[in-house]
């Protein structure tokens, strides 16, 4: 599906210049959008013609009337020609490359030569030089914005960023986000890598069952597997996607060692430990790489943390959890007309991903409340899992232990609250808010949020769609890195 961009700047760029140097014949007011925007002096209007212009320009581009020079573009590598007949003022003012480049050459031809991908869609480029909009699919948004950065098309480049940043959900058949994380990395937009990088850690179940997660890159692989922020429904889960890129990659020995030494083994239970040992090719090939880290994960899951502290250094990365969305680490949670009242509910987690502590449980409970004050301006004396409602407040949410129990001692219980919504025609994480505290709240919880509206980017079919996690921490034993 096409989509037409506006990016936040306007969707048509008004050539002023032009419309002296081009508009051959006046425009009649009969047919063209009479606009009243607002009353001027003297009861004056503005009467806005512009739609009419563009499609004087459009039909300029295709007619080639009052050509004066023709772009020859050369697709590398092969014997293919696209002409393109063309105007120097319109090409000039928007590019200042191409101004450059027909200063230069006093010839009616202006020869360019592209690779394959961009010579595709070098007529799209040229249209949006005289129209100011432009259609773009999912797979001509690399190629689009390498023209619009080698031709130095400013407004387009960003244009296309945003678009890409918008639409990293969107359904493709091979998947895009990789590609445009690869894309991003080469050319050094920071925002746009940071932007697929974390839809990747976010939705990466789904992306492990996609066929994207074969192209992902020995770099990229990398530097998703040491992030502590990635969704996913367990560590075995994480090591068999990896198993499965290995086998279909190939990569250096290398690559794979330092990939197998980002698993976090700790996280995994010792019977699909004592199973990959025995089963899986890539653990039995490279085992002496990681023996240190399953001794480890053995002993961690043998004693207590405590007691396995006094002799060994668990202060490591592989007993930090990620976010799990296993039911033994949370649970999901949806909210019918979260702005109608105030809603709780209760479940279950283990209290720690030690062998010594995973049989043992946790109950918590959850309140959500769509109008709620801050605790910084609750009265003392209100009770912390009762919310303060007012008209002007907005939505929150607590999750506390129901029980207290000496086995929570060197425990810290991370929260996360996981917001899922449909973008692009699937579900994703829109949203990912964390707080640490067993007594604190998410501060800043949907606060940029309108639930009211029923097309709430947040909401689906009315609804809020949730998912809780609790992450344990021995936080006196181990330090956690993201």
Not at 79 to 108: G, P, R, W
Request: charged share 15%; proline share 4%; glycine share 6%.
């Amino acid at each position: 599906m096409a989509h037409t961009y506006e990016g936040g700047i306007p969707a048509r760029v008004y050539l002023g210049t032009l419309l002296v140097a081009l508009c051959f014949h006046p425009i009649s007011v009969g047919g063209a959008a009479l606009k009243q925007e607002v009353a001027l002096e003297n009861g004056a209007t503005t009467l806005n013609h512009s739609m009419a212009m563009v499609l004087r320009m459009e039909g300029l581009l295709a007619q080639g009337n009052g050509s004066d020079v023709a772009l020859r573009v050369q697709t590398v590598n092969t014997d293919e020609v696209k002409v393109i007949q063309a105007h120097t003022l319109v090409l000039s003012l928007q590019s200042e490359v191409f101004e450059e480049l027909l200063l230069s050459h006093n010839a009616s031809t202006l020869v360019l030569r592209e690779p394959a991908d961009c010579a595709a869609v070098f007529d799209k480029f040229i249209r949006y030089l005289y129209c100011g909009d432009i259609s773009v699919r999912l797979d001509q948004a690399i190629p689009l914005h390498k023209l619009a950065s080698k031709y130095r098309v400013w407004s387009l480049q960003q244009g296309l960023s945003q678009y890409m940043t918008g639409h990293l959900s969107s359904d493709s058949p091979t998947g895009h986000v990789v590609g445009w994380y690869q894309y991003a990395m080469q050319i050094g937009d920071a925002n746009l890598m940071d932007s697929c990088l974390q839809y990747l850690s976010w939705n990466l179940s789904s992306v492990l069952q996609s066929g994207e997660w074969g192209s992902i890159s020995d770099d990229l692989l990398l530097s998703l597997m040491q992030r502590s922020d990635l969704i996913l429904q367990s560590e075995l889960e994480l090591y068999e996607a990896l198993e499965a890129w290995i086998g279909q990659n190939q990569p250096a020995g290398l690559t794979v060692e330092n990939a197998l030494r980002q698993v976090r083994y700790g996280m995994i239970p010792p019977q699909h430990l004592f199973r990959l040992q025995k089963q899986s090719p890539v653990m039995l090939k490279y085992y002496e790489s990681i023996r240190d880290l399953l001794f480890l994960a053995f002993q961690f899951h043998s004693a207590s943390p405590v007691q396995l502290a006094k002799y060994f250094d668990v202060n490591c990365s592989i007993f930090t959890p990620r976010n799990y969305l296993s039911p033994s680490w949370g649970s999901p949670w949806v909210i019918n007309n979260p702005t109608r009242d105030d809603r709780s509910f209760s479940f279950q987690t283990q209290l720690g991903p030690s062998g010594s502590d995973a049989s043992k449980r946790v109950t918590w409970n959850a309140l959500f409340s769509p109008r709620w004050l801050p605790l910084s301006v609750r009265s003392a004396y209100t009770n912390e899992m009762q919310a303060t409602r007012t008209d002007g407040g907005r939505p929150r949410i607590i999750v506390t232990p129901a029980t207290s129990s000496p086995d929570f001692a060197g425990v810290s219980f991370q929260k996360t609250v996981i917001v899922t919504a449909r973008q692009g025609g699937k579900m994703v994480v829109r949203h990912v808010y964390n707080f640490h505290q067993s007594t604190e709240e998410a501060g800043d919880f949907l606060v940029d949020a309108d639930l009211h509206r029923r097309v709430s980017e947040y909401l689906i079919d009315s609804s809020l769609y949730l998912h809780v996690v609790v992450k344990p921490l021995y936080h006196s034993l181990i330090v956690a890195r993201k």
